[in-house]
């Protein structure tokens, strides 16, 4: 029944994902965490620093929370729910895309397009930012975030991996 459930959300998440995986994160918060209560608040953000530090998709993320729920079987029932639809979806579409190229059509559909990404990836870093920014010691957490984003929105092709190396020893300084 478990095995079901995990192939139910994580295939709905797959097939809302447009933009990419950080735009359905603020839904996947709410059906792992509120609706099927599989993980805590504090394991989702774990769970997501962890998919940003491993190499490939971040969204690989799926697979930790599919084997927390139900082991072996889980991640990969996870997995295959949350890549197959979103892959089936695009080589579909890439298909039609390319048939109609140069068509007027094309360029409003992009064009209509690019603000739903950008406000559905929006919503996704807000929905990490308020697991993350919590607790008595916030204004630091607030503080490392605003850092970080004006190091990487300011600052020049800086390695983020550096940011997160230093996010990580800042924590260890101020959070314990």
């Not at 690989?60 to 892959?87: T, Y």
């Not at 406000?119 to 993350?132: K, Y």
């Amino acid at each position: 029944m478990e095995l079901l459930r995990i192939l139910g959300v994580f295939s709905l998440l797959s097939i809302l994902a447009i933009g990419g995986g950080t735009a359905v994160l603020p839904e996947m918060k709410t059906m792992t965490i509120d609706q099927q209560h599989w993980l805590t608040e504090a394991q989702f953000r774990d769970i997501y620093a962890i998919g940003q530090l491993a190499p490939g998709p971040n969204m690989l993320m799926v697979i930790a929370i599919g084997n927390k729920v139900a082991g072996l079987p889980g991640a990969l029932v996870a997995f295959l729910a949350f890549f197959a639809p979103a892959c089936l979806i695009a080589i579909a579409t890439s298909r039609v895309w390319n048939h109609f190229e140069g068509s007027p059509w094309r360029l409003a559909i992009q064009r209509g397009m690019a603000p739903i990404v950008v406000g559905l990836m929006l919503a996704g870093t807000i929905a990490i930012a308020r697991t993350a920014i919590v607790g008595e010691k916030s204004q630091i957490c607030l503080a490392f975030a605003s850092v970080v984003f004006v190091l990487l929105y300011f600052g020049k092709k800086m390695n983020p991996a550096v940011l997160i190396l230093a996010g990580g020893l800042m924590g260890l300084i101020f959070l314990r």
